[in-house]
C-alpha cells in the first residue's frame, strides 16, 4: 500500500513507521557514533554499552531480570529477533499459537521454522479471546505462543489476566511464550503493560522482544532485541549470527544513549501518540468506519460495512485512489481473507499535518455522518 500510496501521490497511513523525526539526542549521538569511527562490526550478540542498557531499561519497566552478559541477543530490528528467536527454539513438526488477526510476519516465521501456526480468534469489538478455544489450541505438539502487547493490529492491550491464562496453559504443557512487546510505552487511558515473564513460572519459559523502531520512532535504524534464558539465549544467538551477524555498529551505541532517556521522554511519547489517536478516531467516526479506540500501540482498526458494499481490497484502493488515504487491508491479518473483509487498518504514527491533511480529504469523500 505504501508503493500504491506514492503512485497515487496519497496520504500514507497505511505502513507502520512515523512520518517525524526521531529525537534529537539519538541523532546526535549516531552521528558522533559514526565520527568516533565506530564502522566495524559490533559483538555479535550486541555491544556490551547497548546489552547493558537493554538490561537497565527492561529491569526498570517490564521488571524483568536481565544478566546483560547470557541473556540478551541484540538483532537487526524485533523482526529478526522474531525469526531468529523461533528458528532457534523449534523443531519442524512443532505447533506454535498465534492470535488472530495477527502482525503479517508471524505466520510465515513459523513456517521458514518448520513449524505450524495455529490460529486463536480475537474477536471484535474488543478484540477478546474464547478461554476455551485458547485452551483446545493447547495439544501434545504446541512448543509455543506467540503474544503480541500492545498488539498490532488491533491496538488491544493484553490484560494481565488474559496473561495470566496464557502463563497458566503455558506451564500445564510445557509451553514456551514469545512476546512481542515493540509497543510497550504505546499506551492510552491510564492502560499498564505488563510482561508475560514477570508471571509466576514464566521467566524460565519466555522470550521478551522489543527495539528501538517504535519507541524511538527509529523503524529504519533496524535495532531489536531477545531477551530469555541463558539457554535459549544461546540458541538464538547461534541463529542470529548466521542470519545477519549483527546489527549496525554505530547505530548501537546511540540506541544505548536512547535507552537511557529520562522518564519524561516515554511519558511524552504516550501523551502524543493519544492527541493522534483521537484526532483520527474522531474523523473515522464521524465520516462512518465503525472504530474502537485502541489502549495501545498506533493503529486503528476500522469496519467499513456501513460504508461500502466492496471488500477490504477495493475499498482500500478507492480510498487511495488520486490523492486519497492509503490504509492496510483487514484481510492481510487473517489467515482467511473473509475474515477482513469489511475492516481495513488505519495508522495514526504520523504529524498532526498529516492527519490533518487525511481529515480533509475522508470529509469531502465520504461525507460527515453525524
Ligand atoms: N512487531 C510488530 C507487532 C510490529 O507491528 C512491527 C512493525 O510494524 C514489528 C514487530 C517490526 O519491528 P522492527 O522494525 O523492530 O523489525
Redesign the pocket.
Known sequence: MSRVCTREKGINLA???PDFAAPQPMKDAGCRAIQSDINQYAVTWGAPRLRAAIAKRTRAYNGIDVDPERMVTVC???????IASLLGVLDPGDEVIVFEPF?E?YGPDCILSGAVPRMVKLRAPDWSFDERELARAFGPRTRAIIV?TP??PTGKVFTREELELIAKLCIEHDALAVT?E??EYILFDGTKHVSLATLPGMAERTIT?S????TWSA?GW???WAIAPAEMTSAIRKVHDFLTVGAPAPLQEAAAEALDFGPEYFANLAVEYARRRDLLADVLEETGFGVVRPRG?YYIMTDVSKLTELDDVAFAMQLVADGGVATVPGSSFFLDPNDGRKIVRFCFAKKRETLESAARVLRERLGVRR
Open positions: 505502513q507502520g513507521f537487526c530490528g524485533a523482526t529478526e529477533a522474531m502482525y510476519n503480541n498488539h498490532n512481542d515493540i509497543y522482544i527495539g528501538l523502531s517504535k523503524t533496524r535495532i531489536g500501540a
